[in-house]
């Protein structure tokens, strides 16, 4: 490994790591489950396991 990919691996550590990172990603999981919630209620039983499958994938 050389030095300059350490420097990658250091700046890709501190991206993930960053607060916007991790804010922007909570306003992405937040905002794709206010779409699922929000959707038509004809389906309610598939929005349901929409939801619950979302919700898994998060714990």
Excluded: C, H
């Excluded at 306003?27 to 939801?51: E, H, M, N, S």
């Amino acid at each position: 490994m050389t030095a300059q990919d350490e420097n990658e691996d250091d700046a890709m550590r501190t991206l993930l790591r960053s607060d916007l990172f991790r804010n922007f990603m909570g306003g992405f999981i937040i905002g794709a489950v206010a779409i699922l919630a929000l959707q038509p209620g004809a389906r309610t039983d598939v929005l349901v396991t929409k939801i619950q499958a979302a919700y898994a994938t998060l714990i």
